[in-house]
């Protein structure tokens, strides 16, 4: 059971750059979440999604986009990175709200 | 949510009880307490969460005050991969719309051989 899986781990963009970062669950959770962790920093939440087809903003959406074309899969994208997006990302699922969230490995990502 | 405080680090020894304390005197009734800790470059993971009862997992042991404006994770034998940043995460479990958690800095828990 691989739980939450996040491709790439490492990326190093350049300003200006765009590309999606994939996440994908084999739980069957309704729930997923894109946050951010900055060196120091707690995690904050970037986008979520409640089910196939939806999406919702969260504390830090902006520069950010996010699909969820499919239930297993939630995607973000950075359409034009800037280094102030340099951060780790990480990806989570849950079935629902009352229970715990299960998180990825983290993708790092350096845009110079 | 309710805004949750904590001690920024801790030690412990190895073998002994390892109790994380976090205030958080704000708390509505309907919010639930959360732990998740996060070892070093690794994802957070989930340990355990309560509304007003305490809770035992395999993990751990949440011990939440009558009046839940406190409450304390317990690792019964504390050993040295369970050195991590403890985080006590307050919010409703609405069951409905999901708003993520709020982490803040957490509890840097050492544990010391």
């Known amino acids: 059971n691989a739980g939450v899986t996040q491709t790439p781990k490492f990326r190093v963009l350049k300003t200006g750059q765009s590309m999606t970062l994939l996440c994908a669950q084999d739980?069957?959770?309704?729930?997923m979440y894109w946050y951010r962790q900055d060196p120091g920093m707690g995690l904050r939440l970037i986008h979520y999604?409640?089910?196939?087809?939806?999406?919702a903003k969260g504390e830090v959406p902006d520069g950010y986009n996010v699909s969820r074309l499919k239930k297993q899969n939630f995607l973000l994208g950075l359409e034009s990175a800037a280094p102030s997006q340099t951060s780790v990302y990480f990806c989570a699922s849950s079935r629902g709200t009352q229970v715990g969230a299960f998180f990825g490995q983290g993708t790092r990502l350096t845009v110079v | 949510d309710a805004k949750t405080t904590q001690p920024p680090s801790m030690d412990c020894a190895e073998g002994r009880a390892a109790n994380l304390p976090c205030n958080h005197s704000?708390?509505?009734?309907?919010?639930?307490v959360y732990w998740y800790r996060q070892i070093h470059s690794q994802g957070p993971q989930y340990i355990i969460h309560g509304l007003k009862n305490n809770e035992t997992n395999e993990m751990a042991s949440l011990i939440i005050t009558e009046d839940r404006k406190s409450s304390t994770l317990i690792l019964p034998h504390a050993t040295l991969r369970d050195t991590a940043v403890y985080y006590c995460i307050v919010r409703v479990a609405t069951g409905g719309g999901a708003d993520g958690l709020t982490f803040g800095k957490g509890t840097h828990l050492i544990i010391q051989p």
């Open positions: 704000t708390i509505s009734g309907n919010e639930y």
């Open positions: 739980m069957n959770h309704e729930y």
């Open positions: 999604s409640v089910g196939e087809g939806t999406t």
